[in-house]
């Protein structure tokens, strides 16, 4: 068999591209990729968004078929374009989305589409033998008779893991994994990884987080405009080489200089939202937010963010409690209100919620206020106005776009929360909520995103930061709340507290000692 | 087999696309012809020749293209704002009661007042039929398909009883009809000797200023938001209810000036048979049109053409007149086909 790269692994090559290129019309999604891996390696890969990670994965495991090159896997050619055969070739996929049916037990999901038309009672007992074998194996512990959708996100994707082991996966490839994990989850999958490659599995690990690709795997490959640009022994590279890869220049990490927060913008005091079954989804909850401060929410998913997201944005009704703005007094649950109250807000769902998808750049950076007597007079809009305040604001922002024409709908993600900052933060807002500002951008776009919000930070604004993605709570914050259960905690320095110790605060346990700041 | 967006859609493509869709359609539909046993291009030539052929079929073809307008852009004006109003015909009927409840000897003012009061009345009930349902939608969540489709047939049966009761014409001979307007209350006829009225050049203003309100308005641009995503435009501070309630009076409006233009331009008396469902063929006009206010008209246009064609094909060859329907239906198919192909390409693969 041909090899274009020398392996440094000594182990056999278990799975190898070759010149593997493929387009999207005019677009070179990937170009001559090739990459190996090794027996009992983790190789991991890392990319911006559209640099042909997923493209490379989705022809590895049969989704779409190359344009040219071919796929080897244990010294087979596998077809192109059959998911089934990569399967049967022992590849298995844990997607970043799990693929879970939810009503269904964990032994049914795993064993979902594996089992006999006839004898289902007498292969589920054999089934279940082979999943406790696994189970304690690889200590990915789960109840096999429990309903998926009594799991946590971390059980679940111990359940994914373990769908692709029970179909003899030797290669396993994991899609973003760590998005949706707690820190201790975390540990717990990586402790899982090292368990698999000692027995022989070779794994490989997407991903644009640096310090867990550090962490975990042993070479690493960098793709950009789908090309492989670095390929080296993690050992041998560092944070720095990687991100400068990855993104094709140096990244300067924005960073937060200590300063005084000033008066009390925004408070909110015993707050509670009432959801189905009048389960309380906010409990209690009070903040403060000064100016020149970022006050960061830390929780596991699904805690009460959505509602305190919804709240800022005027989304959500209150059942208790009250939601103050200085000098303006009670703020009430209506999005006109807010915008009206200059309140900043850039949602988690910028497709669904913060741009308007089939209008165009010019509609979408109005929507707030194309009333104004700026924007429109007589009933009707100012174009000329209109588009001079466009170009402005994607000059200003950088929003990499063919014209103010465009459709927002055809953006890439990171231009699309461009143009929500632009939208937001050139009216200069005094309170601004972000939430999962950052959520599925690149490197690039997460350093600008972060940028601007300490720039705001820096002229006085306070921001509630809303995030799961704990490394950026850290840096940005200058205090620390966490939420578990609707539910906020005490004010924690960012500074003194650990990724452990944030971690376990997220899963409801208290902290035993008083070092709260 | 998959499908890729097209990075540049050109300007040549956009318009090359339905009018092949419009060719594929009558492709298809020779299969048709051939089956009943005609010669396919000797019933398109009599289609085309009773529709355009003549003074006399040009005017009717532009009679019926102006009531298509009317109902094109109320459908046009509705489904844009994702208010999916099938109320056109009822809406169109309550126009014309309006109309012929002023219209009839109440007012007998000049015809400068008189017939923009009727198209002002007929629009406000047609608007006004359709905020029934609009509320509805906006505050009890009930699916305004249904509660409009439905009470089509509740404004036909009141017309019905209209029409055989109390505003039963006397003079009609025992007619199931209403009395005839008045004199001033009619718009004056656009050609000698045939049946074509100002009507049209009402519906040709009426469709550009439709497109400049969809276009160059605040209450357009709060429209198109609304339908594109209710949701951001919501967030963004957009007052969605009232957006959807306003869009309600335009297009149920445009639907009841409908109604008024063929009673007081074609018909002069209320009658059952009014309109042979004018409501509904505007849905199809507009998808045609791809909502596009300006294309309504020609999309109205195209679809006159069709029936007017067909009826006289008929009465030629031994092609029934249903024709027309399966020509429009399959255009619809096709122009919706053509419209996914100038957005997308096929790549076979």
């Known amino acids: 068999m041909l090899h274009l790269k020398d392996n440094a692994v000594s182990q056999k090559t278990v799975l190898s591209l070759n010149n593997i290129s493929k387009y999207f019309g005019p677009l070179l999604a990937n170009d001559a990729i090739n990459l190996s891996l090794a027996e009992g390696e983790v190789l991991a890969l890392l990319g911006e968004n559209g640099a042909g990670k997923t493209t490379l994965m989705n022809i590895l495991f049969g989704h779409y078929v190359a344009d040219a090159g071919t796929v080897t896997a244990f010294d087979e050619e596998l077809p192109p374009g059959k998911p089934r055969a990569a399967i049967d070739a022992g590849v298995g996929m844990v997607h970043q989305h799990f693929t879970l049916a939810e009503n269904l037990t964990v032994l049914e999901n795993i064993t979902l589409g594996t089992e006999p038309l ?123 080489a990687l991100a400068e890869a990855m993104v094709g220049r140096k990244i300067p990490e924005p960073k937060r200089v200590p300063q005084d927060a000033g008066e009390a913008l925004l408070s909110l005091d015993q707050v509670t939202v009432l959801g189905a079954h009048h389960k309380r989804l906010l409990d209690r909850a009070s903040l403060t937010l000064h100016a020149g401060e970022i006050v960061g929410i830390a929780g596991v998913s699904g805690n009460g963010q959505a509602q305190l997201a919804d709240l800022l944005s005027g989304l959500q009704t209150l059942a208790e409690g009250h939601m103050t703005l200085r000098d303006h007094g009670e703020l009430k649950p209506n999005p006109a209100h807010m915008v009206k109250q200059g309140i900043g807000r850039i949602v988690e769902d910028r497709n669904g919620l913060g741009l308007i998808g089939d209008m165009t750049i010019t509609e979408n950076l109005a929507s707030e206020n194309y009333k104004s007597r700026e924007f429109s007079r007589l009933g009707f809009l100012r174009f000329n106005a209109l588009q001079r305040y466009a170009r402005e604001l994607i000059e200003a922002f950088d929003v990499r776009c063919p014209g103010i024409s465009a459709q927002v709908r055809k953006l890439s993600g990171g231009n699309m929360q461009k143009l929500v900052l632009a939208r937001v933060l050139s009216k200069e807002p005094m309170v601004i909520l972000a939430h999962q500002p950052t959520w599925g951008l690149d490197v690039g776009a997460t350093a600008y995103v972060h940028e601007q919000l300490l720039a705001a930070r820096q002229r006085g604004a306070g921001i509630l930061l809303i995030s799961e993605d704990l490394d950026e709570l850290l840096e940005l914050s200058d205090r620390i709340q966490v939420i578990y259960h609707g539910q906020l905690s005490e004010s924690l320095d960012p500074d003194n507290i650990s990724l452990q110790e944030l971690g376990l605060l997220m899963s409801g346990q208290q902290r035993s000692d008083s070092q709260a700041a | 087999m998959r499908l890729e967006p097209r990075e540049h859609v050109s300007l040549l493509t956009l318009v090359a696309g339905p009018v092949l869709a419009v060719v594929a359609a009558m492709a298809i539909c020779s299969l048709l012809i051939v089956w009943s046993g005609s010669s396919v291009l000797e019933a398109y030539a009599l289609l085309f020749k009773g529709a355009l052929g003549s003074r006399f079929a040009i005017s009717e073809t532009l009679t019926r293209t102006t009531v298509l307008i009317f109902t094109g852009l109320a459908a046009a004006v509705a489904f844009r704002a994702k208010l999916w109003n099938i109320g056109g015909e009822g809406q169109l009927y309550m ?116 497109w400049v309100l969809m276009r160059f308005t605040v209450w357009g641009y709060e429209i198109r938001a609304v339908g594109a995503n209710p949701k951001a435009a919501g967030f963004a501070g957009v007052p969605v209810n009232r957006t959807i309630i306003r869009t309600a009076l335009i297009s149920g409006g445009l639907a009841g000036m409908a109604g008024v233009c063929e009673l007081i331009g074609l018909k002069g008396y209320l009658t059952l048979d009014l309109s042979p469902g004018f409501g509904y063929t505007g849905i199809v006009v507009a998808m045609l049109a791809g909502l596009n206010p300006l294309g309504v008209i020609f999309s109205s246009f195209f679809v006159a053409v069709v029936f007017n064609g067909a009826d006289s094909m008929s009465r030629a060859l031994s092609v029934s007149n249903y024709i027309a329907e399966v020509i429009t239906a399959v255009s619809l198919l096709a122009v919706l086909v053509s419209m996914l192909l100038t957005r997308y390409r096929i790549k076979w693969k």
């Not at chain 1, 512990?141 to 994914?160: C, F, H, I, T, Y």
């Not at chain 1, 029970?166 to 090292?194: G, Q």
């Not at chain 2, 906006?138 to 209209?162: S, W």
Request: net charge neutral; charged share 15%.
């Open chain 1, 118 to 240: 006839w004898g289902v009672r007498q292969y589920q007992s054999r089934a279940l033998a082979k999943l406790n074998q696994l189970s304690t194996e690889f200590g990915l512990e789960v109840n096999p008779r429990a309903l998926v959708r009594d799991l946590s996100v971390g059980e679940m994707q111990r359940v994914e893991i373990l769908k692709a082991l029970y179909r003899d996966a030797r290669i396993l490839i994991m899609d973003e994994p760590t998005a949706v994990l707690t820190p201790p989850e975390v540990d717990s999958l990586f402790a899982t990884l090292r368990q698999l490659i000692k027995s022989g599995l070779a794994v490989i690990f997407i991903s644009h987080k640096l310090g867990e690709v550090m962490a975990i795997s042993d070479r690493v490959a960098v793709l950009r405009s789908g090309k492989v640009v670095l390929e080296a022994e993690t050992q041998a590279t560092s944070r720095e």
């Open chain 2, 95 to 210: 126009g014309a009661c309006a109309a012929t409840m002023l219209g009839t000897g109440l007012l007998e003012w000049s015809a400068y007042l008189l017939i923009p009061t009727l198209f002002l009345a007929g629009a406000l009930a047609g608007g006004l039929l359709l905020i029934v349902p609009t509320l509805l939608k906006t505050h009890l969540k009930v699916d305004e398909v249904v509660t409009t489709l439905l009470l089509n047939f509740i404004i036909l049966l009141v017309v019905n009883y209209l029409v055989f009761g109390p505003w039963k014409d006397p003079m009609a001979m025992g007619w199931p009809q209403a009395a005839p307007i008045i004199d001033q209350g009619l718009l004056p006829p656009l050609l000698a000797k045939t049946r074509l009225h100002a009507g049209l050049l009402v519906a040709l203003a009426f469709a550009i200023g439709t």
